[in-house]
Antibody
Framework: QVQLVQSGTEVRKPGASVKVSCKAS????????ISWVRQAPGQGLEWMGR????????NYAQRLQGRVTMTTHTSTNTAYMELRSLRSDDTAVYYC????????????WGQGTLVTVSS | QSVLTQPPSASGTPGQRVTISCSGS????????VFWYQQLPRTAPKLLIY???QRPSGVPDRFSGSKSGTSASLAISGLRSDDEADYYC???????????FGGGTKLTVL
């Protein structure tokens, strides 16, 4: 079965960076993209961007352009999301999810990684 | 402010039918498929409906989706206490070149 397993909880100070990993299994990693979605405490879902598992092409949400970088390691079926210049309002649970495109959507989700930004 | 608009809350009693609406525009719902997700407390979202009205295997037929123009809705019939969750709609937005979500609807089973 499809599984996405994310790295653990992170705590960072404002201005620092964080890198979250997402290891995929149960499907051919290079056949689909990985989307990253975050959820601030008590808030809704915010799409951050996605990366192709096939060729590494990325597509970032405009409001995060310049602060976020998504990468993949196809040899280990792992995707990464790095967010820089962290602010307190970046405190959220970060999810990776398999993205099968605009016809089939985001289907399987990781368990989430809590990132807390606090001085 | 979410691109797709959902009511913040909905409620019903066990056995009842409830619907949750999702309103968008021509650049998202109007031209693309709508997806619905269920998020139980302290868990990751789960795909409930894809391509407007299709259910992934394992999702009960009590859940159904529909779309008309730039709006969509999720219907839950035979309401159960374990349906209590947050529900989100989503669609691809051609203008933003990205996925957009509704703000979420908290469903309470009275």
């Amino acid at each position: 079965q499809v599984q996405l397993v994310q790295s653990g909880t992170e705590v960072r100070k404002p201005g620092a960076s964080v890198k979250v990993s997402c290891k995929a299994s149960g499907y051919t990693f290079t056949s689909y993209s990985i989307s990253w979605v975050r959820q601030a405490p008590g808030q809704g879902l915010e799409w951050m961007g996605r990366i192709s598992g096939y060729n590494g092409d990325t597509n970032y949400a405009q409001r995060l352009q310049g602060r976020v970088t998504m990468t993949t390691h196809t040899s280990t079926n792992t995707a990464y999301m790095e967010l820089r210049s962290l602010r307190s309002d970046d405190t959220a649970v970060y999810y990776c999810a398999r993205d099968r495109g605009i016809l089939t959507g985001i289907d399987n989700w990781g368990q989430g990684t809590l990132v807390t930004v606090s001085s | 402010q979410s691109v797709l608009t959902q009511p913040p809350s909905a409620s019903g009693t066990p056995g009842q039918r409830v619907t949750i609406s999702c309103s968008g525009s021509s650049s998202n719902i109007g031209g693309n498929y709508v997806f619905w997700y269920q998020q139980l407390p302290r868990t990751a979202p789960k795909l409930l409906i894809y391509r407007n009205n299709q259910r992934p295997s394992g999702v009960p037929d009590r859940f159904s989706g529909s779309k008309s123009g730039t709006s969509a809705s999720l219907a839950i019939s035979g309401l159960r206490s374990d349906d209590e969750a947050d529900y989100y709609c989503a669609a691809w937005d051609d203008r933003l070149s990205g996925w957009v979500f509704g703000g979420g609807t908290k469903l309470t089973v009275l």
